[in-house]
């Protein structure tokens, strides 16, 4: 006669197996600008429900095209709210998944203390070789840096002196390692304990460019994927939520 096994083990091995069915994978594409807010964020969401979110960055101009291309993407963290809109109006996205996870701020920035002065006076001086930005036809912080020199006035005499990113991710790779002498780059890049880490920074100020509000939607092809509806309302709970902020972004 075959052993029974006590009714509490039996129950435990029931719930495991029941939390291992349940369990799924995401995968999640990511605005650039978001990158270590969101390895956070997905870290604790694996601990927390059981579901992994599989990370790729990149430009939000990028992924779209992917996306409309067939790309295997379950959840689209954007750097605007205009491109998951687009995306639920032509019928890429579940509807009433879409809402906004952050908002996000631009600060020009150079990896060496003293270049850029705390009112970006810098700028006008033009007293520098380049100055780094992403492409604003693929990345929303790209565009808000044209709109804030615009506003300056400063576009026709600097625009000679771009070096062009394809991704804010890009953009802050060129001036963290000194091919660019300063930059606008995403806030949450380079803050950390209520301060910008490192190098010489400006805060722009929000009225120079069009706020820069982050949209989330859930993709058609993740309609019935437990882990993507998970991570959505992951995103708006207090753990993720203070994760965003401590990175310099408003929710």
Not at 23 to 47: G, H, L, R, S
Request: charged share 20%; hydrophobic share 45%; aromatic share 8%.
């Amino acid at each position: 006669m075959t052993p029974r096994l006590p009714h509490f083990v039996c129950t435990v091995l029931a719930l495991v197996l029941s939390a291992t069915v349940r369990a799924e994978t995401v995968q999640v594409a990511v605005a650039a600008n978001f990158t270590e807010p969101m390895k956070a964020i997905a870290a604790d969401f694996e601990k927390d429900t059981g579901h992994t979110a599989q990370l790729s960055f990149g430009s939000t101009g990028k992924f779209y095209s992917q996306i409309k291309n067939g790309a295997p993407f379950d959840v689209f963290l954007s750097a605007d709210e205009a491109t998951p809109a687009r995306l639920e109006k032509e019928g890429d996205a579940v509807p009433g998944s879409r809402f906004t996870y952050a908002t996000g701020k631009l600060v020009l920035w150079s990896a060496k203390a003293g270049v850029v002065d705390a009112q970006g006076d810098v700028l006008k001086k033009n007293n520098f070789k380049n100055i780094a930005i992403a492409s604003p036809k693929l990345a929303p912080y790209g565009a808000a840096a044209v709109q804030t020199l615009t506003q300056l006035g400063l576009l026709a005499s600097l625009q000679p002196k771009f070096v062009t990113g394809e991704s804010i991710g890009q953009t802050f790779s060129f001036v963290s390692t000194g091919n660019a002498e300063l930059g606008f780059v995403a806030l949450s890049q380079v803050f950390e304990n209520g301060k910008i880490k490192s190098g010489s920074g400006w805060i722009v100020p929000e009225n120079l460019h069009a706020p820069l509000r982050q949209d989330a939607v859930q993709l058609n092809r993740a309609r019935d994927n437990q882990a993507a509806a998970a991570l959505l309302a992951y995103l708006k709970g207090d753990k993720a939520r203070a994760a965003i902020l401590s990175y310099g972004y408003g929710i």
